[in-house]
């Protein structure tokens, strides 16, 4: 589980003097088996931030006693540790003791196997035959986080697979985008596998060719690369019966072919086509116009004058990357956003942190435990309903209205020298009604003298620049179009018939896609969604977190099916309705259906479709280990 990197001379004593405290406390318990670190005097104080002290609000000298211990236990080598499965009883322990608050029992399972003290795979009962094997074959669409989570899975297992990607290059989002600044926004030691050799991240929050670097090892590590077709693109699909295959069109360099499938897999997520901004005059428009998920390595933006259209994350990301550079930025608002301040947000990982990172027993695992933590389950109380509460317009209850308060203190601060700012940028609306946003020094850059911030509506694009519906007329070299995805589409946009002539895009019309778990539909057998309907992490967690979760679901029913000679599964209609009557009842109580909320997680008749409302150990626990009897199920030919 430790990261691999080349050993380095690195005094270590100095190494642990920048080690987490509440890690290290959690390493002594592992080596010594001493359960004396979970107690006072030696406990850390609770600490919510994303990035938390090192120091943990233990007192100088109780640091200077932990350090001394680790070190003495290390300064000849590595002992045998005395626990390494710490069990559910223990565990819970730890992890209150490491984060100095209450933990659920529910979530020592689920984090044992995140952590890797237990396996996360699933697993045969009797290991088939290679003839038996030979005979299955899955194709994964779109080589991104989920096909490389499955792709290692189905290796593991030995099912033949293929993944087929229209771009030139595995990595999909961290591959397709790389408008300037783009990163995660994700704390990235959570944002990365449960499996494998662990990266050696330079910052909590990595840009994107760090990312896509890690994922390309990942690739590496597994031999996935063999599996994968490049520049081949998924034209349709559709289910034949008789045959109780996926039989595939596949668009190629050298022209279309047929491919056959026992199982087909959709791991292009939800946010993979570029929403265009429909704006009048925009063919009028001389200069140069992107969408920022279309971004060129070749668009040069120095000295420019520059538009972005949208204050999401992208344009957060975006915008004071390049403020220092351009000419100037004018930054068009359709709605104001809140945004979560993150102290040490760029800074970069000490040397010490690394190496204690990559060869210090379970530190990695416990570091990646409190970032997966503080980035997970803890904020969805604060964006359920309370229908006592009397201030319904600026907040969803009491806790998200304290939220409310800080998030705008922030702006304020941020902002106190510039009146007209903030009355732009505060929002009207409860915090966390949105995505999730963290700030990048966004607020600061608006008062940069090169930058504006717009929030009258554009009326129409000029031939240089843009016009805004008060008659003002703004000069623009480069147009950068920052809206969004058609998020709704998802894998309809496949051209996938399952039973019947069923098509997917007819199932979902009216902007509404639906599937039992996010991952099957009634009528289109063997086909499985990773990312899709309501399971997107809308409240905090990681896509990486959900991929592995339906990764163990997809390849648990692929072990039952083979072991059982089942040819073909789909999802109950009755099983799909009620658990979408579950879905949306849940959504009721959350904010995302506030009144006054709009976001792509909705559709045009306001019934959240993309995020997920469960907790993420909810979802864990729901697609751990598939139910069958949710299911109708086809028998191998050999069999009827």
Same mark, same amino acid.
């Given at each position: ?207 994107? *060719?760090? &990312? $896509?670097?890690? +994922?390309?090892?990942? @690739? ?8 994968? #077709? ?123 942190? *690394?190496? &204690? $990172?990559?060869? +210090?027993?379970?530190? @990695? ?8 933590? #503080? ?266």
């Amino acid at each position: 589980m430790n990261i691999e990197l080349p050993r380095q001379h690195l005094d270590l004593s100095s190494a642990i003097a920048e080690g987490d405290i509440r890690v290290l406390l959690m390493v002594l318990v592992h080596v010594t088996g001493d359960e004396k670190w979970l107690e006072p005097p030696y406990k850390p104080k609770r600490d919510v931030r994303l990035i938390p002290d090192p120091d943990a609000g233990v007192p100088k000298e109780i640091q200077d006693e932990i350090r001394a211990a680790v070190l003495n236990l290390f300064a000849n080598g590595t002992p045998k540790p005395v626990i390494t499965d710490p069990g559910d009883e223990l565990m819970l322990r730890m992890m209150r003791a490491t984060l100095g608050e209450h933990v659920a029992p529910e979530y020592a399972p689920l984090m044992r196997e995140e952590m890797g003290f237990v396996s996360r795979d699933a697993r045969w009962r009797a290991q088939p035959s290679c003839e038996k094997l030979a005979q299955q074959h899955v194709l994964i669409v779109g080589a991104g986080v989920c096909a490389i989570a499955l792709g290692v899975a189905l290796g593991r297992l030995g099912i033949p697979y293929t993944i087929v990607e229209k771009q030139d290059e595995i990595g999909g989002t961290w591959y397709v985008n790389r408008y300037p600044g783009c990163g995660v926004d994700t704390p990235n030691h959570s944002y990365s596998f449960s499996f494998g050799a662990r990266n050696p991240w330079t910052r909590y929050f990595a840009q994107r *060719q760090e &990312l $896509l670097d890690y +994922l390309l090892n990942v @690739v590496r590590e597994h031999d996935i690369r063999r599996h994968v #077709r490049l520049s081949t693109e998924l034209v349709a699909s559709r289910w034949d019966e008789g045959k109780r295959r996926w039989i595939s069109t596949l668009r190629t360099a050298n022209g279309e072919e047929t491919l056959e499938s026992t199982v087909l897999v959709s791991a292009i997520g939800q946010l993979n086509d570029p929403l265009p901004a429909r704006f009048k005059g925009d063919e009028d428009f001389k200069g140069l116009k992107v969408h920022s998920a279309l971004w060129s390595d070749d668009i040069k933006l120095d000295g420019k004058h520059v538009a972005v259209i949208g204050t999401g994350a992208t344009a957060m990301q975006l915008v004071p990357s390049i403020a220092d550079r351009v000419a100037s930025v004018t930054v068009y608002q359709r709605t104001a956003q809140w945004a979560r301040p993150v102290k040490g947000y760029s800074d970069p990982i000490t040397e010490g942190a *690394q190496w &204690l $990172l990559a060869h +210090l027993p379970f530190y @990695v695992q416990w570091y990646r435990f409190n970032m997966f933590w #503080r980035y997970g389950d803890g904020l969805l109380p604060f964006l359920r309903k309370d229908p006592a509460w009397p201030h319904p317009d600026r907040a969803v209850n009491k806790g998200n209205d304290r939220h409310r308060q800080e998030l705008a203190d922030f702006i304020l601060s941020e902002l106190k020298d510039r009146p007209d700012l903030i009355e732009k940028c505060m929002p009207t609306y409860p915090p966390y009604g949105k995505r999730i946003l963290l700030d990048n020094n966004w607020f600061k850059t608006l008062t940069r003298p090169n930058v504006e911030l717009v929030t009258d509506r554009i009326d129409h694009f000029a031939a240089d620049g843009i016009v805004t519906a008060d008659g003002t007329s703004r000069q623009h070299d480069v147009i950068v179009i920052s809206t969004g995805f058609k998020v709704s589409e998802m894998a309809a946009r496949l051209d996938l018939t399952g039973r019947d002539g069923k098509n997917l895009k007819q199932v979902w019309e009216h902007d509404n896609p639906t599937a039992y778990l996010g991952l099957t539909v009634p009528d289109f057998p063997n086909l499985f969604l990773m990312l899709g309907p309501n399971s997107g992490p809308a409240h905090g967690g990681s896509v990486i977190f959900q991929s592995e979760c339906q990764t163990r679901y997809i390849s648990a029913c692929l072990v039952e099916m083979i072991e059982n000679d089942i040819a073909a599964i789909d999802v109950h209609p009755a099983a799909h309705d009620a658990y979408i009557r579950e879905v949306d009842a849940e959504h009721e109580q959350l904010i995302w259906t506030h009144p006054g909320m709009t976001t792509y997680y909705r559709n045009s008749r306001g019934r959240v479709f993309s995020a997920m409302p469960w907790r993420f150990v909810d979802y864990w626990k729901m697609t751990h280990d598939p139910d069958f009897a949710q299911y109708r199920t086809t028998k191998s030919r050999q069999e009827t």
